[in-house]
């Protein structure tokens, strides 16, 4: 079976109810990373568009195989996310990683989240949509 790094900004990171070690036990933290992007607060998860700017948006990097890439594609399919090839910063190396990125036609209404932690953002965060928390929340 094959191997794929996948890069996570949002509530599939560590700290967050959706983790991807709860989510997806079977995936494998590799590391704390960085990709350049803008990382916008679109409601009840975030979004990071990637030809925007030359910030950085804080994620880390799973390694996931065929199965959980799947699975991560249909979960993200359902909030209108698509997957990209993206280069990461893992400290001074750089690899190509899957990232998923909203669909803008989907999302007009989106706050940029200038720090590009969306973990440290959404501790912050109180306009939260309908009845989410950041507890039921996904991304």
């Given at each position: 079976m094959n191997k794929?790094?996948?890069f996570v900004y949002g509530t599939l990171r560590r700290g967050s109810a959706g983790a991807m070690s709860t989510t997806f036990p079977n995936s494998e933290f590799i590391a704390d990373a960085k990709v350049s992007g803008?990382?916008?607060?679109?409601?009840?998860?975030?979004?990071?568009l990637l030809n925007e700017s030359n910030s950085l948006v804080i994620g880390e990097v799973y390694e996931v195989d065929?199965?959980?890439?799947?699975e991560l594609d249909d979960y993200e399919a359902s909030s209108h996310y698509c997957r990209k090839q993206v280069e990461i910063s893992l400290g001074t190396h750089r690899r190509m990683c899957w990232i998923y990125e909203p669909n803008p036609e989907f999302y007009s209404h989106r706050t940029l989240?200038?720090?590009?932690?969306?973990?440290?953002?959404?501790?912050?965060k109180t306009d939260w949509p309908g009845d989410t928390s950041p507890d039921e929340t996904q991304s």
């Open positions: 794929h790094l996948v803008s990382l916008y607060d679109l409601g009840a998860y975030p979004g990071v065929d199965e959980i890439l799947t989240i200038t720090s590009g932690d969306w973990i440290e953002y959404a501790k912050t």
